[in-house]
């Protein structure tokens, strides 16, 4: 009997790899022939298990051999994901320019196995009705991203992939303004696959690329303004952190406060020091960077273009376009005096209010995180005119949640249009904590 079984899956496996070697060539353009030919045999592997799975799903619940089964397939199809990564991760190294990730295997696997249509199935039926708040930062034209000095973690999606997405949302999804979230919270009532499109900081390209798509698509979307950059040539710490490494051109240095590093791997070394900085009090980080760029040789540009005006503001103001306060400087809230948080709020409130004489409802914190945030400025929040707060904590929003700890699903650069479906549907939180723990 189990002897059947074996031949009967290594025959299927066979039968599958000739055309899963083909495929690999339509989705992997630049593996090795070695690569290609493990991905073929990881590939049929892992439709056999998938349809076997489905059919002793089946006899699971009416026999007790299925269980048996069920976890032998279920052992198996956890060898075979280890497989792929392995094969992906060396991929990544031989091929560092190659934008096949983990992630983007994750997506592949997710899409094609079917998982993604099951659970988008089943949450039309019996999913509970929410809101996916999208968060972007940055969009990029795809040759500007190469030549990019600035931080690249804040480049959300380029332009091309933008619009791809934009058109699977005018499609699928109903695209709400926080102004009509605020009355499906009054009447309890909200539709299942309701989205709002946020952008983060105020760059300049929300306007010059993404506002020309989300007028072609009729969408409407809110931008989270840092007021004190707006009009301004002032770069963002972040960015002025990416903009010293990317230039300079010492190997090596030793920085007290920061550490020593070997500037062998830069964008790796960038994200290290935006991590050490991001938690060095407010008041010290431009005394830090200031150090750090006359340690490397390195003087910190101008901001030329990089930012909104409060012309561009006023435009989109009037087609659509809503606005949300993210204070005058960025500083994470909680690290700051009550007093000091308080009136970073309310100055970067008043100043988009006169600009553009609408009331603004919505506070965006920075940095976003759970511990970025209190119950002491939420409540001043509400006592202010605000009936919202945007955290950076990955999830959707259903009806019970706190208004003041909206949760957001972040866009990324390497969110093909698949991996970006994923997450609208709602699948992406199982797989979230795993891209994470991935980057570390
Ligand atoms: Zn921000």
Not at 1 to 29: D, H, S
Not at 57 to 67: D, L, P
Not at 124 to 136: A, C, D, E, N, Q
Request: glycine share 4%; aromatic share 12%.
């Amino acid at each position: 009997m189990i002897l059947n079984i074996i031949r009967i899956i290594v025959g299927i496996v066979f039968a599958l790899f000739l055309p899963g070697y083909l495929l690999t060539f339509i989705l992997f353009k630049k593996l090795k022939l070695l690569e290609r030919i493990c991905l073929a045999i990881g590939l049929s592997i892992f439709v056999v298990v998938f349809l076997s799975f489905y059919l002793t799903a089946i006899s699971f619940f009416s026999s007790e051999a299925g269980i048996t089964t069920m976890g032998v397939w279920l052992s198996l199809l956890i060898v075979c994901v280890l497989f792929v990564i392995i094969i992906i991760s060396k991929n990544k190294t031989s091929h560092p320019k190659d934008p096949l990730t983990i992630k983007k295997l994750f997506g592949i696997i997710i899409f094609f196995s079917g998982i993604y249509h099951l659970y988008s199935l089943i949450n039309k039926i019996i999913g509970k009705p929410k809101v996916t708040i999208l968060m972007y930062h940055r969009i990029a034209l795809a040759h500007d991203k190469q030549k990019n000095l600035l931080d690249s973690n804040v480049v959300s999606v380029s332009l091309e992939d933008f619009e791809k997405q934009m058109k699977h949302l005018s499609k699928n999804c109903n695209v709400i303004t926080f102004d009509e979230l605020l009355d499906c919270y009054k009447k309890k009532r909200l539709t299942k696959d309701s989205v709002i499109i946020t952008f983060d900081d105020g760059y300049k390209d929300n306007f010059l690329y993404a506002y020309p798509v989300l007028r072609k698509y009729k969408l409407s979307a809110t931008i989270s303004l840092t007021t004190g950059h707006i009009n301004s040539n002032k770069l963002f710490w972040w960015d002025k952190i990416a903009y010293i490494i990317h230039k300079t051109k010492i190997k090596r240095f030793t920085l007290d406060g920061l550490g020593t590093f070997s500037l062998n791997n830069k964008p790796k070394i960038i994200q290290i020091i935006q991590e050490k900085v991001k938690k060095i009090p407010e008041n010290k980080k431009n005394y830090l960077i200031a150090r750090l760029a006359k340690k490397l040789n390195v003087k910190i540009p101008l901001a030329r273009n990089l930012f909104l005006s409060w012309n561009d503001v006023r435009k989109m103001s009037n087609n659509n376009i809503s606005f949300s306060a993210h204070t005058v400087t960025h500083p994470i809230l909680t690290r700051v005096s009550l007093k000091q948080a308080k009136d970073e709020i309310m100055l970067s409130k008043k100043k988009i209010e006169r600009e553009t004489k609408k009331q603004v409802s919505v506070f965006t914190y920075p940095n976003g995180d759970r511990k970025d945030m209190s119950i002491t400025i939420n409540q001043f929040l509400e006592k202010n005119g605000f009936s919202f707060a945007l955290s950076t904590i990955y999830g959707a929003n259903d009806l019970n949640i706190d208004p003041f700890r909206l949760k957001r699903v972040s866009v990324e650069d390497d969110d093909d249009l698949r991996l970006f479906q994923i997450k609208v549907s709602g699948l992406g939180k199982f797989f979230e904590p795993v891209y994470s723990l991935l980057k570390k």
